[in-house]
C-alpha cells in the first residue's frame, strides 16, 4: 500500500511513521520548505546559543502521548515547570498586582464560576455580561482565554474556560527547542518540501495528488493541513456537502506571537516569574528561557483574540513589549532581538488551534473525520475529540486515530 501525507507538521509525520512502520510506503507532501507547521523553532539572530519558539510553546499536563513521543525518539524534557503555586504574576497598568490582589481576583473568578455556571453554548463575552465581575477580573479573564483557545472571547466557550485556574499545574519543554521533535522524526520518513497540494482525486483505483509542480499517486491520502485550509482544497470527485458544511462551522482562535531576547535575565526574570498576564498587547508573556542557559532571557508574548494587531509594524509591537516588560522591571530594559509572527495570516496556518463550542465534538467532528470511501482520511489538531483545544497532544492523538483507520483499510 502507498499512503500519500497532506502536511508534514506533527499530526502529518506520526500518520507518516506510523504507516511506514506497520511496513507500507509513505511519501509526504509539504507546502513550505520546513518541516512542523506550527510548531517552529527561532535560532538564527539571537545570541548565546538560545532560541525562541514561535509556534507551540510548551508541554501541558496530560499531554501524555505528546511526552512519550519525545522519548521515543530520544529527547530530552526539560523538569516540570509552572506559572507558580498561587497565581501567576499579573500586570496591569504597567503595574505588577500584588500577591494579595492577584489572589482576590482568581477568587473572584472561581466564586463567580460557582454562582453564575457558564450556559451551553455561551460564549464567554456572553457569560461575562451575566456574571457581573469586576473590571479587573474580566481583564484577567480575557488574557487568559487568549492565551489559549487564543479566540476572540465572542466565540470562546464560557464552559471550556479553566474554572479552576490551576496555575501551579506543571508544564515542560523540549529541551534545545520544539522543533527537534518534527525534525527527529521527518529523518526517518520522504519528505517532498516545496509541494503544496492542490487537488485531491481519488476513486476506486487509487488516489493521486497533484501539487503546483507535479501529480503523486498512491493507494490512499492522509489530509493534515489545519482545519481551516480544508476548504481550500480541490477535490475531484467533491467533498460531500454534509463534510464541508461541518468544516465551515468550526471557529478557531488567531494569534501573533511576538518574541524577544533581552541582556537583563535576573532583573525580568523577577519581574515576570516565569510567565504573567497583561491588560496590554501582548497579553500573555512567558520565559522562554527558563530551561535554557545563557545570560540573556528570551521572552515569547502571545497577542490573539481581538487584540490581535492588524495594521501595527513590527517594530511598534515589539516596542509595546519592552515597554510592558519595563514597566514590570521599573526601569527600561534593553531588547537585542525580536521578531513578530502572525499565525493567523500565515496562509499555510491561517490559526492557532481550534476553538470548539457546545456540543460540537459530537455533531461536527465526527462528520469532518469521517473518511471518504476507504481512500481519503483526514487528521490534524482540529479533529481531536477532547475538550478544549487540540494542540500538540491533538496533533498526535489525531494520526494514531487515522494511521488505524488506515492500517484497518490496507
Ligand atoms: C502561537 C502558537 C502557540 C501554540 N502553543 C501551543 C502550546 O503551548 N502547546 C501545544 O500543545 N500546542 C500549542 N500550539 C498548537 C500546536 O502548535 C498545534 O496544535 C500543532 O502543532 C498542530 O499540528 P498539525 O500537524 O495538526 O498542524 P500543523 O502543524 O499546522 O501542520 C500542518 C502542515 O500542513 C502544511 N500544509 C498546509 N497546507 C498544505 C498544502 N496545501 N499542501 C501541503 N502541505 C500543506 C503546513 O505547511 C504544515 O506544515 C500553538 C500554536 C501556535 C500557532
Redesign the pocket.
Known amino acids: 500500500m502507498k499512503l500519500l501525507v497532506?502536511?508534514?507538521?506533527?499530526?502529518?509525520l506520526v500518520t507518516a511513521i506510523e504507516v511506514q512502520s506497520a511496513g507500507h510506503e509513505v511519501i509526504v507532501?509539504?507546502?513550505?520548505g520546513r518541516v512542523?507547521?506550527?510548531?517552529l523553532t527561532l535560532r538564527e539572530g539571537l545570541s548565546d546559543g538560545q532560541f525562541a519558539d514561535v509556534?507551540?510553546?510548551?508541554i501541558?499536563q496530560g499531554?501524555d502521548n505528546l511526552i512519550r513521543l519525545c522519548e521515543r525518539f530520544g529527547l530530552e524534557l526539560s523538569q516540570e515547570l509552572s506559572l507558580g503555586p498561587g497565581v501567576p504574576t499579573l500586570i496591569f497598568g504597567g503595574q505588577r498586582l500584588s500577591e494579595g490582589a492577584a489572589q482576590e481576583l482568581a477568587a473572584e473568578i472561581q466564586a463567580a464560576m460557582q454562582h453564575t455556571r457558564p450556559g451551553h453554548y455561551e460564549t464567554i463575552a456572553q457569560w461575562l455580561r451575566r456574571a457581573h465581575v469586576s473590571q479587573q477580573a474580566e481583564l484577567l479573564l480575557t488574557a487568559i482565554a487568549q492565551s489559549t483557545p487564543a479566540g476572540p472571547l465572542r466565540i470562546a466557550d464560557a464552559e471550556e474556560l479553566n474554572a479552576d485556574i490551576s496555575w501551579g499545574e506543571g508544564y515542560r519543554k523540549i529541551v534545545g527547542g520544539n522543533d527537534l521533535l518534527p525534525r527527529a522524526i521527518a529523518r526517518e520518513l520522504d519528505i517532498r518540501l516545496g509541494?503544496?497540494?492542490r487537488i485531491i482525486g481519488w476513486g476506486r483505483h487509487g488516489v493521486t495528488v497533484e501539487t503546483d509542480r507535479a501529480t503523486f499517486r498512491g493507494d490512499r491520502v492522509a489530509i493534515?493541513?489545519?482545519g481551516p485550509?480544508v476548504p481550500e482544497?480541490g477535490f475531484d470527485p467533491v467533498l460531500p456537502a454534509d463534510k464541508v458544511q461541518a468544516l465551515l462551522q468550526l471557529r478557531y482562535g488567531n494569534?501573533t506571537?511576538i518574541v524577544a531576547q533581552y541582556a537583563e535575565r535576573e532583573l525580568l526574570k523577577g519581574a515576570i516569574g516565569p510567565g504573567c498576564f497583561t491588560d496590554r498587547i501582548p497579553g500573555f508573556i512567558m520565559d522562554q528561557s527558563i530551561h535554557q542557559t545563557g545570560d540573556k532571557i528570551v521572552v515569547g508574548g502571545?497577542a490573539a483574540g481581538d487584540s490581535e494587531p492588524v495594521g501595527q509594524r513590527d517594530e511598534e509591537l515589539l516596542d509595546q513589549l519592552d515597554a510592558t516588560l519595563s514597566s514590570a522591571a521599573g526601569r527600561p530594559v534593553k531588547r537585542i532581538f525580536g521578531t513578530v509572527k502572525s499565525?493567523t495570516r500565515d496562509p499555510?496556518?491561517r490559526a492557532?488551534?481550534r476553538a470548539l463550542i457546545g456540543d460540537q465534538r459530537q455533531s461536527v467532528l465526527p462528520t469532518i473525520t469521517a473518511p471518504l470511501d476507504g481512500r481519503v482520511f483526514f487528521a490534524?489538531?482540529h479533529t481531536d475529540e477532547r475538550v478544549g483545544p487540540?494542540?500538540?497532544?491533538?496533533?498526535i492523538r489525531s494520526a494514531y486515530r487515522v494511521s488505524k483507520q488506515i492500517l484497518a483499510e490496507a
Open positions: 497532506i502536511g508534514a507538521g506533527l499530526s502529518g507532501l509539504e507546502a513550505q512542523g507547521g506550527r510548531i509556534g507551540a510553546e510548551i501541558y499531554q509541494q503544496a497540494a493534515t493541513v489545519p485550509l482544497l494569534a506571537r502571545l499565525w499555510w496556518s492557532v488551534v490534524g489538531e487540540g494542540g500538540m497532544e491533538g496533533a
